[in-house]
C-alpha cells in the first residue's frame, strides 16, 4: 500500500517544496510525496531559487517541481495532509466538504509555524530547512510505530 503526504504552503515554491524535496530524499517508493499551495500566484513555477540552492546544499534536487494550488479532489486522494502554519491549517480546513478528511490535515510542526522565508534571504531559508528536516524525521518516526 503506498502512504500518499501532501506538503502545503501559501504559494507552494518555498516552504512546501522543501518540504517535499526532504521527505522524499527520507522514504522509499511506498509513499508518494507531493506538494500545493493555498494560493494560486505562482502555479506552473519552479520553487524559489533560494529554496533550490539551499535544498542544493544538502544533496536535494527541487528544481524540477512545479506549484500548484490545492483542490479539494486532494483530500480524497491523500492519506495526510500537512501544512505550515495556522493561516494555511483554516484555509485547507475550510475547503473541506466532508467531516471525515479533517482528520488528514496536520500541522506539520505540532507546537508553532514553519516561518515563511519568502521576504527574507537565504539564512531563513536555511531556518526552515533545518526545520523541515527535524519535523519529516519525526512524522516517519510516527509512520514506523504504526
Known amino acids: 500500500m503506498v502512504r500518499k503526504i501532501l506538503m502545503v504552503c501559501l504559494g507552494n515554491i518555498c516552504r512546501s517544496p522543501l ?9 522509499g517508493d511506498e509513499y508518494l510525496i507531493d506538494s500545493a499551495g493555498t494560493g494560486n500566484w505562482h502555479e506552473g513555477e519552479t520553487p524559489d531559487h533560494r529554496a533550490v540552492s539551499v ?4 544533496g536535494i534536487d527541487i528544481s524540477g517541481l512545479q506549484a500548484r494550488q490545492i ?10 495532509i500537512l ?9 485547507v480546513t475550510a ?3 466532508d467531516e471525515q478528511h479533517l482528520s488528514k490535515v496536520k500541522m506539520i510542526l505540532a507546537d508553532r509555524d514553519v516561518p515563511d ?8 531559508f536555511e531556518l526552515v530547512f533545518e ?16
Do not use: C
Open 19 to 27: 518540504a517535499e524535496g526532504i521527505m522524499r530524499s527520507k522514504l
Open 55 to 58: 535544498a542544493r546544499k544538502f
Open 95 to 97: 475547503l473541506i466538504e
Open 71 to 80: 483542490s479539494t479532489t486532494d483530500f480524497e486522494f491523500f492519506d495526510l
Open 117 to 124: 522565508p519568502y521576504w527574507g534571504d537565504e539564512s531563513d
Open 131 to 146: 526545520l523541515l528536516d527535524l519535523a519529516t524525521d519525526e512524522i516517519i518516526s510516527q509512520f514506523e510505530k504504526l
Open 83 to 91: 501544512v505550515m502554519d495556522e493561516s494555511n491549517f483554516r484555509n
